[in-house]
């Protein structure tokens, strides 16, 4: 039973366009969301994250939206440039768990130029 | 270095075999986390050390499974007994404190390969 999904394995985009990764979620009891970012051979790097107390952060390029009725959020990138080209993963981690964080199975972003 | 080291960076092993996987985290991190990403998929949980006790070993699929960090440091996964379902890239991940608002960084990956 996946906690989070996201169902779309890749994307493409044209540079200098907007690129926008979706995540649902079905356990009502994360509090905290994460964006990493991985290149090939490379661990996950931390991108951007929201607490469920607010519905939008902002760093640069990238936004982070949640909508918890929907248990939805997404990470937006604007404008979109080649070296974003990688694989993007949602994660969440769970109130009073040990902190650890449950992924998504992930989107390949791939930013044309 | 300044980030999170993983060694070997790959390793091959025939079935039933004992590996062990290490992990240098980042200097002063206290949190310490495995992760096993297997083909298309995202990591996946095995076990969270806070110091050098296993505060969460929820995540290993099995007794052939076991992970150690005896100073607070340095962690090594051990597994037993290898099966060809074990292939998979290792991921080891710190963090300064344990909690939410302090983020996981994750090393490079041990991929290990059962044959």
């Known amino acids: 039973d996946q906690q989070v999904k996201q169902n779309s394995p890749s994307l493409s985009v044209q540079e200098g366009r907007i690129s926008i990764l979706n995540c649902d979620y079905t356990?009502?009891?994360?509090?905290?969301f994460l964006w990493y970012k991985k290149y090939p051979a490379e661990g996950p790097t931390f991108l951007i994250s929201i607490s469920s107390i607010k519905d939008k952060n902002e760093d640069g390029r990238f936004t982070v939206f949640l909508n918890k009725s929907a248990k939805h959020l997404s990470l937006h990138i604007v404008p979109s440039q080649p070296g974003d080209s990688a694989v993007y993963f949602c994660?969440?981690?769970?109130?009073?768990?040990?902190?650890?964080?449950?992924f998504g199975s992930g989107t390949r972003l791939l930013v044309r130029p | 270095g300044a980030g999170v080291s993983q060694t070997p960076s790959n390793k091959v092993t025939e079935k039933g075999k004992y590996v062990e996987l290490r992990c240098d985290p980042i200097s002063g991190h206290t949190a310490l986390y495995w992760y096993r990403q297997s083909l298309g998929q995202g990591p996946e949980f095995l076990i969270y050390?806070?110091?050098?006790?296993?505060?969460?070993d929820s995540g290993l699929p099995n007794d052939r499974f076991f992970a150690v960090r005896p100073e607070g440091s340095v962690s090594t996964l051990k597994i037993q007994r290898t099966e060809r379902g074990d292939s998979a890239v290792y991921l080891c991940?710190?963090?300064?404190?344990?909690?939410?608002?302090?983020?996981?960084?994750f090393g490079p990956g041990t991929r290990l390969t059962v044959l």
């Open positions: 991940a710190s963090s300064l404190l344990p909690g939410a608002s302090n983020e996981q960084f």
């Open positions: 994660a969440a981690r769970q109130v009073d768990s040990s902190y650890k964080l449950i």
């Open positions: 050390f806070q110091g050098t006790g296993a505060a969460d």
């Open positions: 356990n009502s009891m994360f509090d905290y």
